[in-house]
């Protein structure tokens, strides 16, 4: 399973702003996707470890979760992120 960190389009921009925004402040803990989430990072970085790698990604940044993937987020700045669950 990868994760995958780009820059969004202006559409992806555009479409994810109207999206529910989650927030989080600095912290280290487990999580599991039941389904794939795509988010925007409005502010905030982090990174995310899992079986096979890890990845960093901060404000700007589109991340897709594959469904089925378990991790280890590491907030290291206040996180604020449009999401959406498929």
Do not use: N, Q
Not at 33 to 51: F, Q
Not at 54 to 61: E, I, N, P, Q, T
């Amino acid at each position: 399973m990868t994760i995958t960190v780009r820059k969004p389009t202006e559409a992806e921009k555009t479409e994810m702003s109207k999206k529910s925004v989650w927030g989080c402040e600095v912290s280290e803990f487990d999580w599991h996707y039941d389904s794939e989430e795509e988010c925007l990072l409005i502010e905030g970085e982090v990174t995310v470890s899992y079986d096979g790698g890890s990845v960093s990604f901060g404000a700007g940044d589109y991340v897709v979760f594959p469904k089925g993937l378990s991790c280890v987020w590491k907030v290291t700045k206040p996180v604020k992120k449009y999401y959406i669950f498929k």
